[in-house]
């Protein structure tokens, strides 16, 4: 498979899972805004949701623009973190209905762990398939900012526990970090589009 289909293969997961997400929005059967009241948590659940989401397609899609080549072992991996991003639909849906409930909370702060490991993985899997020394495994570097999301999402699901509030807290400061453009891979751009010397 080339990384071409791999990448439109994960752009079209990626936009279903949104799509399933939005249809979960349901509209009140009132015309005030006091009928929107209820939808508040579902609709908040619902944005934070999308815009962590839209930083996984964002990356991705760097990440993979940078890639040369793919192997049977990187669309495991691949298909590996669709697997947990495909659950953040039914966890959001879970967390907005419950108005922010301490056990759906963690559950969301899991799947979003579980995405982060499994990004991880895909990433250190084409670093493996293009080599320590590659343009690939310069431009992806130490990724303080994957690793801090990864710790960030291992304290806010016993964090829940404590105060949902508090888990939902650290769920907008990873995303509120990311919004920072991460350009590691659009410098790899370059490295990668210049000739070997």
């Known amino acids: 498979m080339t990384k071409g289909r791999l990448e439109a293969f994960s752009d079209a997961v990626i936009a279903i899972i949104i799509t399933i997400m939005v249809l979960d929005?349901?509209?009140p059967h009132g015309y005030t805004l006091?009928?929107?009241e209820p939808l508040g948590p579902v609709f908040l659940a619902y944005v934070l949701s999308f815009v962590h989401l839209g930083i996984y397609w964002s990356n991705h899609h760097n990440m993979l623009h940078a890639v040369k080549r793919i192997t049977g072992r990187a669309l495991w991996a691949n298909l590996h973190l669709l697997f947990w991003l495909s659950l953040v639909p039914a966890t959001t849906e879970w967390m907005g209905e419950s108005y922010f409930s301490?056990?759906?909370?963690a559950i969301h702060g899991v799947v979003?762990?579980?995405a982060a490991?499994?990004?991880?993985?895909?990433a250190h899997r084409l670093i493996a398939i293009h080599g320590r020394d590659s343009d690939f495994a310069k431009a992806f570097g130490g990724d303080w900012k994957g690793n801090l999301s990864t710790a960030a999402y291992l304290v806010a699901v016993p964090a829940a526990?404590?105060?949902p509030?508090?888990?939902l807290g650290i769920f907008v400061l990873v995303a509120a970090m990311w919004f920072i453009p991460d350009k590691r891979f659009e410098e790899g751009f370059s490295i990668a589009s210049a000739p070997e010397t």
């Open 117 to 122: 490991f499994a990004y991880y993985i895909l």
């Open 34 to 36: 006091q009928d929107l």
């Open 165 to 167: 509030l508090l888990s």
């Open 112 to 114: 979003m762990l579980m």
């Open 25 to 27: 929005l349901k509209m």
């Open 161 to 163: 526990f404590i105060s």
């Open 102 to 105: 301490t056990i759906p909370v």
